[in-house]
C-alpha cells in the first residue's frame, strides 16, 4: 500500500487499523467451521530513505514484514527492532 505524504507513524498507525478490522472478522470455511483473520504488516517510509526509491521502500517493508512473522505473526512492524 502506498500512502503518499503520509509519514513513518502515521503509516503505522493506518496499518494497524487494517490489521485490527481484519481480525474482528470471522470467514466460514465450511458449514459450521469458521476462521479468524489476521496480518502480519511491515511498513517503511520515505523519511527513513531519504529518497523514493520504490525498490528500497519494499526491500525494507518486506524485511519487517518477516520481523513481524518471526515474532508471532499478526502484528504491524515499522521499526527494524519493533
Known sequence: MILPGANL????????????????????????????????LGVSSSEETGDYDFEQLQSLADRRLYLAKQAGRNRVFASDNA
Not at 18 to 25: G, T
Not at 28 to 37: D, E
Open 9 to 40: 507513524t502515521q503509516a503505522a498507525e493506518v496499518a494497524e487499523r487494517i490489521r485490527l478490522k481484519l481480525n474482528e472478522k470471522e470467514m466460514l470455511i465450511a458449514k459450521s467451521t469458521t476462521i479468524r483473520i489476521s496480518a502480519s
